[in-house]
């Protein structure tokens, strides 16, 4: 069973900088793929970013592309999502996935299987 605790989170200012971490519980954690979603009021939860074990391939979201970072301590047993240049539409609750699927990164919420509890992000313009 995997448990996943976010932190990182909290109130910026638009083009401040934010590292969220994911620390998992789980001794095989270099086995799982893991993501980064993101889920606004009144919107439904969708993909940031993600990384694939095995080959570390990292695939992001358009919108993210070029400001977000997602990398993988398989030491530490944790994901990070390194957010630079934050807009005010990236205010949101950030949540940490693993999952065990072969291929690429995938984007699909149904291809993880555990999920943190979230983190807020909150860039002010």
């Known amino acids: 069973q995997v448990q996943l605790v976010e932190s990182g989170g909290g109130l910026v200012q638009a083009e401040d900088s934010l590292r969220l971490s994911c620390v998992a519980s789980v001794r095989t954690f270099s086995s799982y793929n893991m993501a980064w979603f993101r889920q606004a009021p009144g919107k439904e939860r969708e993909f940031v970013a993600a990384?694939?074990?095995?080959?570390?391939?990292?695939r992001y979201a358009d919108s993210v592309k070029g400001r977000f970072t997602i990398s993988k301590d398989n030491v530490k047993n944790t994901v990070y999502l390194q957010m630079n240049g934050l807009k005010p539409e990236d205010t949101a609750v950030y949540y940490c996935?693993?999952?065990?699927?072969?291929?690429?990164?995938?984007?699909?919420?149904?291809?993880?299987?555990?999920w943190g509890q979230g983190t807020q992000v909150t860039v002010s313009s």
């Open positions: 990384i694939s074990v095995g080959t570390g391939a990292t």
């Open positions: 996935a693993a999952g065990v699927y072969w291929g690429i990164p995938s984007v699909h919420t149904t291809n993880y299987g555990t």
